[in-house]
């Protein structure tokens, strides 16, 4: 199996998971990043492709205020990560998105910024929405410093000593707050880029982004320290450096994502599971395979004994995981485990008895070792959305109430006249358009109520069309109810998409948002997810893996 093999496996269409059993809240609440983790893809093209790697300027004083560029250049093309330092009072630092100034602020620059470049995004960058960029930049973002662990670091290496490993635990000295892409603010539109090879999986500009920001915080802390020290200042020591990645604080912005866009969700989910697929349809394991998936536990075991959360949904789940895995770690020692028949697919069956969140450690560390099966899917999980936006206006109504029952049957059976099964209402702010969650029995507001009820629309679909002719085309109904058309449009969608739909109440008053940003920010490739409440997390991104002095040569 080549990594270019993306076409379904028919051997493993045994061993797929269903839609209903997946595209569950509390599973995907429970994800855990992968080797088709957006990062991780990012990072292997980079590597693959032999790209370089230049800071090309470096206009930072004393105190930390300055630019920086750091390019990448690819087989056709260079990007350019241009950076602006700021000198930050301590009473402006704010992770919320109403915050007007950070520590740092960035946009990746299409191509190699000349000085009127850096001049222009000088005066718009720092200002973040308040400025504009322009359809040369693809993403714009901002990071605030972690102050304690960012102020130890560099007063111990202004004193030529390397920082306590303990505190490093924290896992980043700066924490972005927005990455902003796809035409915000006047960046590039998606379209701009979805032709480009290396950029047209999800998000890859954005990861990019992320990447060199990350090579900018370490560089900035060894500079302060120089700045302080002298000649006596020392650098991280490598393996200090690796542990540090970027952290990010995402609320409530995130969360809709996953609904609104239903075909590229169902796309992420289905090279997920179909990875998993052909992983347990393996007849046999081999020894670089079973010792890769004991060091992909061992991992994953050392980094659950560092995550580190207060709020109790976490705490929970993190001793359910670490106890999952430490059972887990326990059988792969076994000497019978996998000496039987499909020996995958039997770890899986005995995973069954896991938590959710163990099981889905499970599968991340199962799919660890079989980079050649499984890598190929990458190139299937981006997607043309617009191809399957306009409604079929010649499908019969009775064609579409068959799709409803097979694909919403679980939003037939809720009472959605029940106040706590319509608690809430997703509605986009004034101040920032962003999403945001009302309390519908509490709050105003319900009249602006975004249509993100999937299941509560499914069923009053259903209820509309009942006592319609079934030869009757959808477009005749819809001209009699055009109220309903975004979920005709969604239910032609499921019905060629079947992980399209996420299968529970999103309106309910047990629904946790936080399910849903974990769900994307693991196809992200983050981890050690910190919930600070149900609706806003920190987690952190690009921990442990290479920078880009020590991934890609020099020019």
């Not at 924290?170 to 603010?185: E, H, P, W």
Request: glycine share 6%.
């Amino acid at each position: 199996m080549t990594r270019a093999s993306t076409h379904p496996c028919p051997e493993a269409a045994a061993y797929r998971r269903k839609p209903e059993e997946v595209m569950r809240l509390a599973r995907m609440g429970s994800f855990h990043p992968t080797r088709l983790s957006f990062m991780r893809q990012l990072l292997r093209r980079l590597e693959r492709e032999d790209w370089r790697f230049e800071r090309r300027a470096w206009e930072v004083d004393e105190s930390g205020v300055g630019h920086a560029l750091y390019c990448v250049h690819g087989v056709e093309r260079s990007y350019t990560l241009v950076t602006f330092a700021h000198d930050l009072p301590d009473e402006m630092r704010s992770d919320r998105v109403i915050a007007t100034a950070w520590d740092a602020t960035f946009t990746l620059f299409d191509g190699v910024p000349e000085a009127a470049d850096i001049e222009r995004l000088r005066q718009n960058v720092p200002l973040q929405e308040a400025g504009r960029v322009s359809a040369r930049e693809l993403s714009l973002s901002r990071a605030n410093r972690s102050v304690r662990l960012f102020d130890h670091v560099v007063d111990r290496l202004a004193e030529g000593r390397q920082p306590d490993a303990e505190m490093l635990k924290t896992g980043y000295l700066m924490r972005t707050t927005a990455v902003y892409g796809s035409g915000k603010f006047g960046a590039a539109d998606r379209d701009v880029i979805a032709g480009r090879e290396e950029l047209s999986g999800p998000f890859q500009a954005e990861m990019l982004s992320v990447w060199l920001t990350r090579a900018f915080t370490v560089d900035v802390v060894e500079h302060l320290a120089r700045m302080k020290g002298g000649e006596k200042a020392a650098r991280l020591e490598p393996d200090l450096r690796r542990r540090l990645g970027v952290g990010n604080s995402t609320g409530l912005g995130m969360a809709p994502f996953l609904v609104n866009h239903p075909v590229l969700i169902n796309n992420w989910m289905l090279a997920r599971e179909e990875a998993l697929a052909r992983v347990r349809a393996q007849e046999a394991a081999g020894p670089v395979e079973i010792a890769g998936f004991r060091a992909a536990l061992a991992a994953a075991a050392e980094n659950a004994k560092i995550w580190d959360s207060a709020h109790p949904l976490q705490v929970a789940k993190l001793a359910d995981l670490r106890a999952d895995l430490a059972s887990l770690r326990a059988w792969a020692e076994e000497d019978t485990l996998f000496a039987v028949d499909h020996p995958w697919d039997a770890l899986w069956q005995r995973g069954k008895a896991l938590s959710l969140e163990g099981q889905e450690a499970l599968l991340a560390a199962m799919l660890e070792p079989h980079g050649d099966l499984i890598e190929g899917l990458g190139d299937c999980m981006d997607a043309d959305e617009g191809a399957f936006f306009r409604i079929d206006g010649t499908m019969p109504a009775g064609a579409l109430m068959e799709i409803l029952s097979e694909q919403y049957q679980w939003a037939m059976e809720i009472d959605y006249a029940a106040p706590e099964q319509s608690a809430r209402f997703w509605y986009v702010s004034e101040e920032k358009l962003e999403p945001r969650l009302g309390e519908r029995h509490e709050e105003d507001g319900a009249a602006l109520e975004q249509p993100l009820a999937t299941g509560r629309d499914a069923q009053a679909l259903a209820r509309a069309l009942e006592g319609r002719e079934a030869e009757e085309p959808v477009a005749a109904f819809l001209l009699e109810r055009p109220e309903h058309r975004h979920m005709v449009r969604r239910a032609q969608i499921a019905a060629r998409h079947p992980f399209a739909e996420i299968r529970d109440n999103l309106i309910g008053a047990e629904m946790l948002p936080i399910d849903l940003l974990r769900c994307k920010l693991s196809f992200f490739g983050a981890s050690r997810f910190d919930p600070r409440s149900d609706r806003w997390v920190r987690i952190c991104m690009y921990q442990d893996a290479p920078y880009p002095d020590e991934l890609l040569a020099a020019p």
